[in-house]
T-cell receptor
Framework: NAGVTQTPKFQVLKTGQSMTLQCAQD?????MSWYRQDPGMGLRLIHY???????DQGEVPNGYNVSRSTTEDFPLRLLSAAPSQTSVYFC?????????????FGEGSWLTVV | GDSVTQMEGPVTLSEEAFLTINCTYT??????LFWYVQYPGEGLQLLLK?????DKGSNKGFEATYRKETTSFHLEKGSVQVSDSAVYFC???????????FGTGTSLTVIP
């Protein structure tokens, strides 16, 4: 019963480096999203996808790129890492449709940019 | 736009004390309301939810009632335990659209 799986769990990057946070879900959910969590700011939506081939920007998309080639996978790319991107990143998925459907989170990826 | 406001923490309580974490929301229509819990080093997990006015969500001794007249969804527990120490997030999902909106989280520490 894997649910939402994120890798890596911890990563240290140097300023200017690029990397990809991987996210996969095995629940056949159409909707997937990436959030970042910062102290005192709660969860902020970076990008989301309502199905394979469809992505859109959330509240804080700058510096990040996403793609959705399959229903299962939704990677998040940091194009040129900056210290301001030091954060905890959560991938999430949920079924579409009924508003009462809950959202399922991965365990998080702790990213430090030095 | 839609939003959620929850009381700021951190909150520190003694074991067996009564807990209230306030949450109010702004939304058009009739959103669904949720409480999520995040234990240290983990992702968010659903704690409870309510999908219409006057519904009460409950789980693990926690309760919250959807109050449309006060646009609130306060989280309560009659007797907290050390194992309840975590960060609690209030959230809403609008009746239309795809987005969840989260509060900033309230950190709870329960001391023996």
């Amino acid at each position: 019963n894997a649910g939402v799986t994120q890798t890596p769990k911890f990563q240290v990057l140097k300023t200017g480096q690029s990397m990809t946070l991987q996210c996969a879900q095995d629940m056949n959910h159409e909707y997937m999203s990436w959030y970042r969590q910062d102290p005192g700011m709660g969860l902020r939506l970076i990008h989301y996808s309502v199905g394979a081939g469809i992505t859109d920007q959330g509240e804080v998309p700058n510096g990040y790129n996403v793609s959705r080639s399959t229903t299962e996978d939704f990677p998040l790319r940091l194009l040129s890492a900056a210290p301001s991107q030091t954060s905890v990143y959560f991938c999430a998925s949920r079924p579409d449709g009924i508003s009462g459907n809950t959202i399922y989170f991965g365990e998080g990826s702790w990213l430090t940019v030095v | 736009g839609d939003s959620v406001t929850q009381m700021e923490g951190p909150v520190t309580l003694s074991e067996e004390a009564f807990l209230t974490i306030n949450c109010t929301y702004t939304a058009t229509g009739y959103p669904s309301l949720f409480w999520y819990v995040q234990y240290p080093g983990e992702g968010l997990q659903l704690l409870l939810k309510a999908t219409k006015a006057d519904d009460k969500g409950s789980n693990k001794g926690f309760e919250a009632t959807y109050r449309k007249e006060t646009t609130s969804f306060h989280l309560e527990k009659g007797s907290v335990q050390v194992s309840d120490s975590a960060v609690y997030f209030c959230a809403l999902r609008a009746n239309t659209g795809n987005q969840f909106y989260f509060g900033t989280g309230t950190s709870l520490t329960v001391i023996p």
